[in-house]
């Protein structure tokens, strides 16, 4: 079945700095990749979505300057957490679309973000 | 490998039957499972949870089964209505750690 990675699976950093987040659909193409925030309690934010080749487009409330998400080609999405705050840390989850009549949606193993 | 398996990936349903969804796991670490129901163009919904302690959790039209012994869950859903009709993410962690998302299945609710 189709596999989506995450790189890294987890990332410590200090106060300030940024961190880039990678997320690759191994053995499809992409063209729509979503990236996700989990919650306390396993809710699930929807952060924003990928499309390749194109602007994100972020859910409300979401700021784009600080999470900067470049779909550079049909298989890798990256976010980028900039000028990362220790109330930044979580989970982020991304998942790609197939795109298939199915248009199944896997998703990635989640990459742990500790902001020191 | 798949620690989270929806092995339909689509499911249709007459109106005011009964909707099952299966999902089977293989990690026996993971001690809490949920479901999320996902629109298209929108991200999942919560919907319903269990813990390992439990093997029922009810919640109006939808329950959630669980068996342990045979590492799967069930999700109802009755009756069923059209707005129903949606993706249905099956989850799971362990130790309230990250969650395992199975693949998904599409669920038709037709009059």
């Known amino acids: 079945g189709a596999v989506v990675s995450q790189h890294p699976s987890w990332v410590i950093c200090k106060s300030g700095t940024s961190v880039k987040i990678e997320c690759r659909s191994l053995?499809?193409?992409?063209?729509?990749m979503f990236w996700y925030r989990q919650f306390p309690k396993q809710s699930l934010m929807l952060m924003a979505t990928?499309?390749?080749?194109?602007?994100?487009?972020?859910e409300q409330g979401v700021e784009k300057d600080k999470f900067l998400i470049n779909h550079a080609s049909l298989t890798l999405s990256t976010l980028t957490v900039t000028s990362a705050h220790p109330e930044d840390s979580s989970f982020y989850i991304c998942?790609?679309?197939?795109?298939?009549?199915?248009?199944?949606?896997?998703f990635g193993p989640g990459t742990r973000l500790t902001v020191l | 490998d798949q620690q989270v398996k929806q092995n339909s990936p689509s499911l249709s349903v007459q109106e005011g039957r009964i909707s099952i969804l299966n999902c089977d796991y293989t990690n026996s670490m993971f001690d809490y499972f949920l479901w999320y129901k996902k629109y298209p163009a929108e991200g999942p919904t919560f919907l319903i949870s269990i813990s390992s302690i439990k093997d029922k959790n009810e919640d109006g039209r939808f329950t959630v089964f669980l068996n342990k012994s045979a590492k799967h869950l069930s999700l109802h859903i009755v009756p069923s209505q059209p707005g129903d009709s949606a993706v249905y993410f099956c989850a799971a962690s362990a130790n309230t750690d990250k969650l395992i998302f199975g693949t998904g299945t599409r669920l038709q609710v037709f009059p």
């Open positions: 998942s790609a679309e197939t795109g298939t009549s199915y248009n199944e949606q896997f």
């Open positions: 053995d499809f193409q992409a063209t729509t």
């Open positions: 990928s499309n390749e080749g194109s602007k994100a487009t972020y």
